[in-house]
């Protein structure tokens, strides 16, 4: 996924609105200290004071005159800048109420991200107009909630109908298994050759069951085991010639022939078991989904900055599977040969490998040939090594 920088959000109008605002709070608060002075200039505010007295008071005309002299009069300043501080803080406090809408909103915005994702959302976050940048930006994070619960739920579905499958495909190995053996036992004197040939088809049906359950521990470690890196500088050449004598027998079965072209003395740094994992995987991928009686071309090559592993086998695979081709649980073969049918978690494993060092992997497909290329960060300091020494 490529992220781009993005403007700033525009929140202009907002900002607009906040200095008009303040800018009222301020102008009233000087048409208030000027009234009050033109009042007391013109005796007139001294009138209403002793009238309130006289009624809210109860006190006499003579006695609220003495009071507004003595007490108020001689302070009236303080009690002007008393009363324009009362404003100031109504308004304040009205301006202050303005705010706290806008973070209500924005509250409520965020409240529906956890509403169901079956809901209409641009219906259900609505902002103040001057709000629109934030209005976006939930509604873009909503959007991505939804895609991700999307993505989680296929996911997991996928999952789930591979269990299915191993669950369903493991009765059929298992029942020959027992059959055979069963025969086997009733029948101590059965010929020679009959033995021989139910033994073999049960021994082949028993490895086929293995690697069913073996599929079943890898869908559980791939879940529960959070991959740990233990690095060091690795002999990439051996290790190549060591992966294809490994999977010799599988590329007997198909027909194929793997052939390295890499320098004896490529070396790269990172973790040898998960390295070798990943390309074992890759290369298992080529031998099962390849076209048989072909070559599988291994070629590794030194970069100023990287190192580059590509595996190349004869097939093509469709451009719309080529974007799905790493998410776990994919099988690039829907109908589930009994035979190659995995758990569709190969490549992603490798994948999160390869990743987990630092490098990328890709996969291509053109003219009737599939390439997959993993790109690892070159270390200055990386040992060659040599081949000849003793």
Do not use: C
Not at 94 to 119: C, H, M, P, V, W
Not at 303 to 331: C, H, M, W
Not at 352 to 360: D, F, N, R, T
């Amino acid at each position: 996924m490529t992220y781009k920088y993005k403007q700033k959000p525009d929140y202009a109008i907002l900002e607009w609105k906040i200095y008009g605002k303040v800018a009222l709070i301020a102008v009233a608060a000087l048409v208030t200290v000027v009234a009050l002075r033109m009042l007391a200039s013109n005796n007139n505010i001294g009138d209403i004071i002793v009238l309130i007295l006289e009624k809210y008071f109860n006190m006499s005309p003579d006695d609220a005159f003495v009071f507004y002299r003595g007490h108020i009069r001689r302070n009236l300043d303080y009690v002007m800048y008393a009363a324009v501080a009362v404003f100031f803080i109504i308004l304040s406090r009205f301006l202050l109420s303005q705010f706290a809408k806008y973070f209500n909103e924005i509250s409520n915005g965020l409240d529906r991200l956890t509403l169901d994702t079956g809901t209409d959302s641009e219906a259900d976050i609505k902002l103040s107009p001057e709000m629109v940048s934030m209005e976006r930006k939930i509604k873009t994070i909503k959007q991505t909630l939804e895609e991700r619960e999307q993505e989680a739920r296929l996911a997991e579905q996928r999952k789930n109908d591979v269990v299915m499958y191993l669950a369903h495909d493991i009765k059929t190995p298992l029942t020959s298994v027992i059959g055979y053996l069963s025969l086997l036992d009733e029948a101590p004197d059965m010929p020679l050759e009959q033995k021989i040939k139910y033994i073999h088809i049960g021994l082949e049906k028993a490895h086929r069951l293995e690697k069913l359950i073996n599929e079943f521990f890898e869908i559980t470690q791939y879940n529960l085991q959070t991959i740990a890196l233990s690095k060091k500088d690795i002999d990439l050449y051996y290790m190549l010639v060591q992966l294809v004598d490994e999977v010799y027998p599988q590329l007997v079965a198909h027909g194929k022939k793997a052939v390295i072209h890499a320098a004896e003395d490529l070396a790269v740094h990172g973790d040898p078991d998960k390295l070798a994992r990943a390309f074992n995987n890759i290369l298992k991928n080529a031998i099962f989904y390849g076209e048989d009686n072909s070559v599988i071309d291994i070629t590794a090559t030194q970069k100023k900055d990287a190192v580059s592993i590509e595996f190349r086998n004869a097939g093509s695979v469709p451009q719309d599977k080529l974007l799905t081709i790493f998410d776990k649980f994919y099988r690039l073969n829907e109908a589930r040969s009994s035979d190659t049918g995995g758990a569709g978690l190969g490549l992603a494993i490798a994948k999160e490998i390869v990743v987990l060092h630092g490098g990328s992997i890709r996969a291509e497909s053109e003219n009737n040939s599939t390439r997959f290329r993993v790109e690892l960060p070159a270390n200055e300091t990386m040992v060659l090594f040599d081949h000849n020494r003793s």
